[in-house]
């Protein structure tokens, strides 16, 4: 640290003497300007790492960003309940975040009210095969039998099985009939369950909640209809477009936060709950002069260094209106074009105190 700070030193005192105004060195035109001007030779650049961007006419936004966390967007949430009365077997899915396929097996149940419904529907079979007379009303029976073991959500594999092997058998699996992630599980292997009764929560992804926090003085952005955009810490430089789908109308209780909720498109998965993410939000849209935010000097005035067209570097008192991470409005003090500094401005400014003699605002030509 000590060794970075003795050779900034030294880039300084070699600027600020390499910049003393000399015969050979003077630029016609410029007067008095010269004090608050620098001129480097090109060694000189490249040692104070200058670098140049130019102030140009364009879009720039305000942006406030806010830190949320990703939730299962509840909307999405399917329960899987029990279609029978009986006790629970086997459960095929055990572990939160498990995704489930449909056609997934989820739990084998046994159930002695089911048992009863598969030996109607075989007797019904029997009885048709049988019967020589009243055949149309023996076929009703059987298909009546089928229809009930539809209903407990018996796959056609299933009850075909059944009539092939003519096996009862108390204990039936069941299977899924949408997909999802395994967020909570509501029921453990040997419990009994009744009609109704939930025993799976399945969650969509494909959209995400991004649960925000605010407090009650920036209920105010919402207001504004700001443009949103979500970047998940996981997944730097990616931002998707948000959409707020619940401001908490009221403080959480024994607080000065309101809860935000906005919605995000997870079409290809790669967000999982419980990611963490940025939010951010743009508004006050305008089409004006704008330069990098890294140009800019705050000291006792606001301002930057530009490069003039004969190659010396010029300083400029400017008034700065909104800005974000990255850039920042220019009201006065610079027009579209100007060469700004954005790297190496504050050696410049020292370099320029130090030929000053500290006399740092005297002579500039605001």
């Known amino acids: 640290m000590q060794r970075n700070t003795i050779y900034i030193a030294l880039i300084i005192l070699a600027l600020s003497a ?16 010269h004090e608050a001007m620098l001129t480097l030779t090109e060694q000189e650049r490249v040692v104070a790492n200058i670098q140049i961007d130019t102030a140009q006419i364009k879009t720039i936004f305000e942006e406030t960003t806010l830190i949320g966390t990703a939730a299962v967007d509840e909307r999405n949430i399917n329960i899987v309940s029990s279609r029978v009365k009986g006790r ?14 449909t056609g997934d097996p989820l739990y084998s149940i046994y159930s002695e009210e089911l048992l009863s419904y598969e030996n109607e529907y075989l007797l019904a079979i029997n009885e048709n095969k049988k019967a020589t007379t009243q055949k149309e009303i023996t076929q009703r029976m059987v ?6 073991l539809e209903l407990w959500t018996l796959t056609e594999k299933q ?3 059944l009539e092939k092997t003519k096996s009862i058998s108390p ?22 369950t009744e009609i109704g009764s939930p025993m799976f929560r399945l969650a969509d992804l494909n959209s995400l909640w991004i649960e925000a926090q605010l407090y009650s003085s920036e209920l105010n952005y919402l207001k504004q209809s700001p443009t949103l955009e979500v970047e998940f810490e996981a997944f730097p430089g990616e931002r998707i477009k948000g959409e707020i789908v619940y401001d908490n109308p009221r403080l959480e209780d024994n607080t000065k936060i309101n809860l935000v909720r906005i919605k995000v498109n997870n079409q290809k998965g790669n967000y999982k709950p419980g990611l ?3 939010v951010y939000l743009k508004r006050n849209r305008k089409e004006t002069l704008v330069i990098p935010k890294s140009a800019i000097l705050l000291e006792n005035f606001t301002t930057v260094w530009i490069e003039t067209p004969d190659g010396m570097f010029e300083q400029r008192m400017v008034e700065t209106g909104i800005s974000n991470k990255r850039e920042v409005e220019i009201l006065s003090g ?3 074009g100007d060469r700004v500094v954005t790297s190496g401005a504050y050696l410049l400014n020292s370099a320029w105190k130090v030929k000053q003699g500290g006399g740092a605002m005297e002579g500039m030509d605001m």
């Open 18 to 33: 390499s910049c003393e105004k000399k015969p050979e060195q003077a630029h016609e035109g410029h007067g008095d300007a």
């Open 88 to 101: 629970i077997d086997k459960l095929f899915v055990r572990n939160p975040g498990t995704y489930v396929k």
């Open 143 to 148: 298909e009546a039998a089928r229809r009930r």
């Open 159 to 161: 009850i075909n099985e």
């Open 171 to 192: 204990l039936i699996t069941f299977y899924s009939n949408r997909s999802g992630y395994l967020s909570e599980l509501l029921v453990r292997e040997g419990e009994y």
């Open 276 to 278: 963490m993410a940025y």
């Open 334 to 336: 610079l027009m579209a």
